[in-house]
């Protein structure tokens, strides 16, 4: 494979990465407005919020079958449009059951789409030689800031959904499909060693420990995706616009975690970058849990992207390394536990918030990321700094 098709994979997949983070800030960011479009009551919100990652698991186990007939190019391609429209029905809807119907396909969508880009970064980052998955998850959250920004003029200047999504597809929709032209996927190299028990099959038990990490991983992005915007309006007081900006801070520590991230794998290795990573995304929710006000909780949430910025990128990574020749039902696999985190996140932290309250439900999250790190062995030693399990030289580093 040539270096300039490389650049130009790498670059594609970093648009359509891109564009789903624009896509999942815009939906999550509004859930409120979502809610009071639809008269969607505080109780059922949950039942609402867990059938996204439900049908997104659905769809990603689907996916891994898929991909081993078309491949995950063919997937990603056709998911990705899919999504956008699937927001633009979001908008548009007034009855509860046109919310439960767009909301099911974008999570079914949603999961086509994540288990696709993903495998698609693992195998590119195995064809560089070195750490690249974070800056593709980089480029989500750089999305995720835009979307978040969309979201506080929407609800800055009282837009409805339909008038603050319909511009956002109408752009992003044909830039996705055209750079779907250049995806392409880095193959096993020659001299890939497959350890005994893998090469054939992918080993559900290897990879439970990066299953629990994805979960609980995810369980924290939830709780700030889908209650950062009512715990500052509820909890802390704070008005319907400023209560869009916690996810927009957090998605741009995210982003800025995941910038240098890569830089950090390969200087210290991914271990030691995941530690650091649970111990700032736990002192992140401790914030937010004895926030006074909401400027306080902001900075809590800043801190918390901070932390679990690199986590999610490097368990993608860490299973390509345990599977070398079928890291796609690797990756298809682990993904699924995206979306367990997110089925038990949501609801959780709401029942929690119920019952109990919004700040002792903070807490919850903030233990399950400082278990992360009895797990940080399993990223692999220090010298696993690369996506392949080993350095490639650099004269074939291609961007």
């Known amino acids: 494979m040539t270096d300039a098709r490389l650049r130009r994979g790498r670059g594609s997949l970093a648009v359509s990465f891109f564009v789903q983070g624009v896509t999942f800030a815009l939906l999550v960011t509004r859930i409120p407005a979502i809610q ?17 990652p439900i049908l997104a698991g659905v769809a990603s186990v689907a996916t891994g079958r898929v991909v081993a007939r078309v491949g995950p190019a063919v997937v990603l391609r056709w998911a990705q449009p899919f999504v956008l429209l699937s927001l633009l ?21 949603v999961g086509a789409l994540d288990a696709s880009m993903n495998m698609l970064g693992v195998s590119l980052q195995r064809e560089y030689g070195r750490s690249i998955m974070l800056g593709f998850h980089a480029s989500y959250s750089l ?46 190299r020659p001299g890939d060693e497959v350890p005994e028990g893998k090469g054939s099959g992918v080993g559900f038990a290897l990879l439970v420990p990066l ?30 616009e400023l209560a869009t900006v916690p996810y927009n801070a957090y998605m741009v520590t995210t982003l800025l975690g995941r910038a240098v991230g890569d830089f950090g794998v390969r200087r210290m290795g991914a271990a030691a970058v995941v530690r650091a990573g649970a111990v700032l995304a736990a002192l992140g929710f401790a914030v937010v849990a004895v926030s006074p006000g909401a400027w306080v909780g902001i900075a809590g949430f800043t801190v918390l992207g901070l932390g679990l910025s690199v986590i999610v990128p490097q368990t993608f990574a860490a299973a390509g390394r345990l599977f070398p020749g079928r890291s796609d039902a690797a990756v298809a696999r682990l993904n699924v536990f995206n979306y367990v985190g997110f089925l038990i996140g949501s609801p959780l932290v709401g029942a929690l918030g119920d019952a109990w309250s919004y700040r002792g439900a903070m807490l919850v999250p903030m233990v399950l990321v400082l ?21 490639r030289p650099r004269s074939v580093d291609v961007g």
Not at 371 to 391: I, K, L, N, Q, W
């Open 371 to 391: 278990v992360t790190m009895a797990y940080a062995t399993s990223f692999g030693s220090r010298a696993a700094r690369y996506g392949g399990g080993h350095e």
């Open 36 to 52: 009071e479009r639809y008269g969607i009551s505080d109780a059922l919100l949950p039942a609402f919020l867990a059938a996204v």
């Open 143 to 188: 999305g995720g800031i835009v979307g978040a920004s969309l979201a506080w003029v929407g609800a800055h200047w009282q837009l409805s959904l339909f008038v603050s999504y319909l511009p956002v597809v109408v752009l992003l929709l044909p830039a996705a499909l055209v750079g779907s032209r250049w995806y392409v996927a880095g193959g096993d």
């Open 89 to 109: 029905a979001v908008g548009t809807g007034g009855e509860l059951w046109q919310a439960a119907v767009a909301l099911g396909l974008f999570g079914l969508a």
């Open 211 to 240: 299953c629990l990490v994805m979960t609980f991983a995810y369980i924290g992005d939830s709780t700030v995706s889908n209650w950062s915007a009512k715990y500052l309006q509820d909890v802390l007081g704070s008005s319907e």
